[in-house]
């Protein structure tokens, strides 16, 4: 099995509603990164997480760590065309410095 | 955020060629590695590249097929040697700072044919 398990694979929303992609890891995180990717492009940062229970958000995306649960999640609130990509969770798997691996990707396809 | 430019962008090559790609950060930078994102699929770490010394491989990726080069904190190259199409991918370089944030560049895509 992956270490790291982004779901759902793909999802298709209306404009407008709100979205929830969730990131479970078989191993302990010592810190968890979001990024956006569209097609065939480079990866944005969305945001970092190290805490548990941190929350932070950026325009209308939320992010929250549950360290216990070895997961994340990434909320979208009123979704938009502008949303559409492939999120990537990446995570640290140890604390020497940055090495990332990540899930398999959430495509997000949000329909006018 | 780094400012993070990859050359090239992308290209097209011969099965048993070699092509290097460079990475250049507007800022010094403390970690910088090489990721492969192969085709709809999620990204791969290959290796970090230290600057001064020998890149650190990951299982899987070795030297040989893909040496890499750090000769500063700004700068690193990747190559691809000896390419077959199996290695047709984005090649991504990130970087960190102290900050524990990680930026990536906008990537190389590669075929070959």
């Known amino acids: 099995s992956q270490e790291l398990e982004q779901s759902p694979q793909s999802l298709i929303v209306q404009e407008g509603k709100n979205l929830t992609i969730n990131c479970t890891s078989s191993k302990t995180l010592y810190g968890l990164y979001w990024y956006k990717q569209k097609y065939g492009e480079g990866l944005i940062f969305l945001m970092m997480?190290?805490?548990?229970?941190e929350e932070k958000s950026h325009e209308k995306i939320t992010a929250k760590l549950d360290e216990k649960k070895q997961q994340s999640s990434l909320h979208i609130t009123a979704s938009q065309p502008s949303h559409a990509g492939i999120y990537l969770c990446g995570a640290e798997h140890n604390n020497a410095g940055n090495m990332l691996t990540f899930g398999g990707g959430t495509r997000l396809m949000v329909k006018p | 955020s780094a400012v993070i430019s990859q050359k090239p962008s992308r290209d097209i090559c011969q099965r048993g060629t070699s092509l290097t790609i460079q990475c250049q950060v507007d800022s010094q930078v403390t970690m910088m590695f090489w990721y492969r994102q192969q085709p709809g699929q999620s990204l791969t770490l290959i290796a970090t590249a230290n600057q001064g010394s020998e890149a650190t491989y990951e299982s899987g990726f070795v030297i040989d097929k893909f040496p890499i080069s750090r000769p500063n904190l700004t700068f690193s190259t990747l190559t691809v040697s000896n390419m077959s199409p199996e290695d047709s991918s984005i090649y991504l370089c990130s970087v960190a700072r102290g900050a524990r944030e990680q930026f990536f560049g906008p990537g190389t895509r590669l075929t070959v044919l």
């Open positions: 997480l190290q805490k548990g229970g």
